[in-house]
C-alpha cells in the first residue's frame, strides 16, 4: 500500500527551525520526484520544493529561497525539509506529494499524497 507520512510540524516562534520528514512506502521511491507543498487558511495549495528523482537537482519557492533545505535519503526512503528563519507567513499544512517523473509538478499533477502536518509560526 502506497504512502507517504509527513511528520515533524509543530508551533515554533518566528526566527525558530523545524525540520519536516516524509516517509514513503509502497512504491520504487527512486523513481519518484518528491515536492513539499502548503497550504495556508483561506488559501490554495501552493509548491514549496522538490527534488529530482533523478540528478537531485531542487526547486525553492522564491519566498522560501535561502531558508528552506530540501534533502532526500534514498535508503530511508525519506525527504526531509529544513526549515529556518520561519516567519508567521510560513503558518500552514504541509504536504509532502509524489510523481513519478524526473520532476515535480503544480499539484494538480501530482501522484500521491501524504495527509499533512501542520506548522504554526507565533510568538
Known amino acids: 500500500q502506497l504512502q507517504l507520512v509527513e511528520s515533524g510540524g509543530g508551533l515554533v516562534q518566528p526566527g525558530g527551525s523545524l525540520r519536516l520528514s516524509c516517509a514513503a512506502s509502497g512504491f520504487t521511491f527512486d523513481y519518484y520526484a518528491i515536492g513539499w507543498f502548503r497550504q495556508a487558511p483561506g488559501k490554495e495549495r501552493e509548491g514549496v520544493s522538490c527534488i529530482s528523482s533523478s540528478d537531485g537537482s531542487t526547486y525553492y519557492t522564491r519566498v522560501v529561497k535561502g531558508r528552506f533545505t530540501i534533502s532526500r535519503d534514498r535508503a530511508k526512503k525519506t525527504v526531509f525539509l529544513q526549515m529556518n528563519s520561519l516567519e508567521p507567513e510560513d503558518t500552514a499544512v504541509y504536504y509532502c506529494?509524489?510523481?513519478?517523473?524526473?520532476?515535480?509538478?503544480?499539484?494538480?499533477?501530482?501522484?500521491?499524497w501524504g495527509k499533512g502536518t501542520l506548522v504554526t509560526v507565533s510568538s
Open positions: 506529494a509524489a510523481r513519478r517523473s524526473s520532476y515535480c509538478s503544480d499539484p494538480g499533477g501530482m501522484d500521491y
